[in-house]
């Protein structure tokens, strides 16, 4: 069970991730993000109140309060790093947040066997590749280098905090509950900063592009969800690393839909990939 939530955790972040770049494209990174989780906060309102979630509330509740507030820095630094420098080197670098799940649970006692480290070493590698890193070109900026690191961090983190913060199904529910309003409250803030600044535009979201911000909040929300079921019914180090593979479902989502066509690195990568799953699959 904790592989097939995992890499559902992976294909949800993906297509999320790949419905998020087609929709920064004609609106604001910070709109994209606030409408996109309000939109989820009502789901899961709605949600929280049909299940009676309210009565798993307790200390838990706090984890998933940390991950509301990780997670749109973590974002908001990931756009700016791809404002700054070529989506093939961040991309690729962004994915090693996986290293902080992956550290936590060895800390907590967690020991893979021999197979699940190949695995694991596998599938990053894979990872890495699959977001077809430039090994040549012109030089990348610091900025965009720390940023690129802050934001990794940031996902990782969030990875570990939600996959902490309940311990039932309701509880997870409320947990994401929690996680999401603290989101729209953190992002609502820095775009009500940015406008009165004015770095950024007053939101304005078309009607026709409601469906698909839902599509991304939502799928967000699942991937979440999932990954903390993935991280509860088995190894942290195993979720962690398959839920990581949303890389290879972004490409080939542009890949299938967009007609972009995927570079020889991006191919092996994928390739990598799915080989480190099977071994840990089967480790």
Known sequence: MTALFALATSALWG??????GLLTRRTPALTVVVVSQSIATVVLGAIVVATG?????????????A?????????????????LGPMGVVSPLGSLGVAVPVGVGLVLGERPGL?????????????????GPQFKGAPVQRQAVLLTLLAAFGFGAVMALIAEASTTLTGLFLALFVQRVTNVVAGATALY???????EAPPKVS???????????????AANATYSLAAQNGPVTVAAVLASLYPVVTALAARGILGERLRGVQAAGAGLALVGTVLLATG
């Open 15 to 20: 297509l999320a991730d790949f419905g998020g």
């Open 115 to 131: 197979l699940q480290f190949a695995g694991i070493a596998v599938a990053v590698v894979g990872v890495v590749l699959a977001g």
């Open 193 to 199: 900063a940015a406008v009165r600044r004015g770095t």
């Open 67 to 83: 991950a509301g507030l990780v997670g749109p820095v973590a974002m908001y630094a990931f756009y700016k790093a791809l404002a």
């Open 207 to 221: 009607p026709a592009a409601l469906p698909a911000l839902a599509f991304v909040g939502l799928a967000d929300v």
């Open 53 to 65: 979630a309210w009565s798993e509330a307790g200390p838990l509740l706090w984890f998933a309060v």
